[in-house]
């Protein structure tokens, strides 16, 4: 599956449509049933989160299961921990640690003069367009397990002497 050039307009359409989409997606995979998304629903409606965030905070769905949804219903790619960076981050000078862990994402490539991030949350409007603000490069994005993330995150820590 290709990558999908992503920027901040590409989830200016309806978010909620967006999140319909995904919750039928899990349904039809089988990663939750009817009743599974009717109560996360119901918490995503009285705390005001997003629904898919309610349904990994719950432990209602597993983080592959989501990351798979979210590569099939937004044509991404899936990063695998092959793809993340071994010894050191990638422009580190440009993006923060603090930044990139808050924003559940890791730069994983530069290809094509186009920077490669991988994320947990590809629906965040504000990540592509922070990230292409702070490093002058166009951003695509590659969808993220969050806890190959972290792992990477502590191994990239641990191998580097530039990361505090």
Do not use: W
């Not at 003069?113 to 490093?135: K, M, N, W």
């Amino acid at each position: 599956m290709d990558t999908a050039i992503v920027t901040s307009a590409s989830f200016a359409g309806d978010l909620e449509q967006t999140l319909a989409a995904l919750a039928d997606l899990l349904e039809r995979d089988g990663q939750c049933d009817a009743r599974t998304l009717d109560r996360a629903r119901r918490v995503a409606t009285e705390s005001g989160q997003r629904l898919d965030l309610v349904l990994m905070q719950l432990g209602l769905v597993t983080e592959r299961g989501l990351a798979q949804a979210y590569a099939n219903l937004l044509g991404m790619r899936i990063a695998t921990p092959d793809r993340y960076p071994v010894d050191e981050p990638l422009l580190p000078e440009r993006l923060t640690t603090r930044f990139l862990r808050n924003a559940r994402a890791m730069p994983v490539a530069i290809e094509h003069e186009q920077l490669i991030v991988a994320t947990a949350d590809p629906l965040d409007p504000f990540l592509p367009a922070a990230i292409a603000a702070a490093t002058g490069r166009p951003v695509v994005l590659e969808v993220a397990v969050p806890i190959e993330i972290e792992a990477d995150r502590k191994s990239t820590r641990l191998n580097s002497s530039h990361i505090t």
